[in-house]
């Protein structure tokens, strides 16, 4: 049996779903004398289409952590994102899913989670009695890094714990290979062992060090007002950062949204300080905002993504939200 993983690429939550998923299904629904391989596609949202459904080639073909597809190719999905359907036909489609028990049984959907990683764990243990005993420090991580429930900035941002390094790694890498190769051994032994085998290891300290460049690139361009940050960082392209950032610098902020650009794109991304004294109950749903704009996300974290070429129209966007984000909290 041939098994295509599809999985929210440069994302740690995205790896650990997809990990997670390879080893519940060897373990649990292949057959006994049956093997099957497994290959890895990294899905990343973009302007545009989001599925390739010439991809979809496997005997089975599973999405984890990434939007909804109605392709009858698609045998297994889970995602916890508010934003998972792209259209409301696509969540019709998920909805007549359930009423089939087959149907029922393969694709799952539940934001409260979060993470993927635990929202899969939690299922596959439910209904399938997989074991997630050997896998509970990968969930455990998945839901710290997925959930930004970090005890502190400085704990998100100085990442001194194996999963905050491989988040680095993961979320920098350019190598279309490297995630790929990675996904396997996340379930296979601790993350610190994942981090120092040779083709993990020599990545960290040259991220590191561009780690501390991007600190000092936001510390310059990001501006503090109303309790929202605003900063633009296009001109020096980037394929990631740590969003952590603006909340190390502007600790007493509720709101960021950073402008950046990467090969592939122009993104706002749009976040809100996990460690706020503001009421949550007063704080705006981000998902929604993005939405607006062709993105999405979760309550309090979500992004838009326009094309490279598009860095206008991503810049009007972001002026947009702050002064909305800037409005809701007027200085007193």
């Not at 399938?128 to 890094?145: C, E, K, M, N």
């Not at 094309?307 to 009007?316: F, L």
Request: hydrophobic share 40%.
């Amino acid at each position: 049996m041939r098994v295509c993983v599809f999985y929210h690429d440069k994302c740690f939550d995205g790896a650990c779903s997809a990990s997670l998923f390879t080893r519940f299904h060897r373990e649990r629904i292949l057959q006994a004398g049956q093997e099957a391989s497994y290959a890895y596609h990294g899905l990343v949202h973009r302007a545009g289409a989001l599925f390739d459904e010439s991809e979809f080639t496997g005997d089975e073909n599973a999405i984890v952590d990434f939007k909804y597809s109605a392709s009858p190719r698609i045998t297994w999905w889970f995602d916890h994102h508010l934003s998972a359907f792209l259209t409301p036909e696509d969540h019709e489609h998920f909805l007549a899913c359930q009423r089939d028990s087959a149907c029922a049984a393969r694709k799952f959907f539940d934001p409260s989670y979060t993470s993927c990683t635990s929202f899969l764990a939690y299922i596959a243990s439910t209904h399938y009695g997989f074991d997630t005993a050997p896998v509970a420090d990968l969930i455990h991580w998945a839901d710290i890094v997925d959930g930004a429930r970090y005890e502190s900035p400085q704990a998100a941002v100085e990442m001194a714990a194996p999963a905050m390094k491989l988040t680095l790694i993961i979320e920098s890498t350019q190598d279309p290979e490297f995630i790929p190769r990675l996904i396997p051994l996340l379930t296979q032994m601790p993350l610190s062992e994942v981090l120092s085998q040779p083709f993990v290891a020599p990545l960290l300290p040259p991220l590191l060090e561009r780690h501390q460049q991007a600190i000092e690139l936001i510390r310059s361009r990001a501006e503090e007002r109303n309790g929202t940050i605003f900063f633009d960082i296009t001109d020096h392209p980037l394929e990631g950062f740590n969003k952590f950032i603006p909340y190390y610098l502007h600790p007493n902020a509720t709101y960021s949204i950073g402008l950046s650009k990467s090969s592939f794109r122009t993104k706002v991304a749009v976040g809100s300080n996990p460690w706020t004294k503001t009421d949550p109950a007063k704080m705006v749903n981000l998902a929604q905002i993005c939405e607006r704009y062709g993105g999405g996300g979760h309550a309090r974290v979500g992004a838009i993504s326009f094309p490279p070429d598009k860095q206008e129209q991503a810049r009007a966007a972001a002026a947009e939200i702050v002064a909305e984000l800037r409005a809701e909290n007027p200085p007193a």
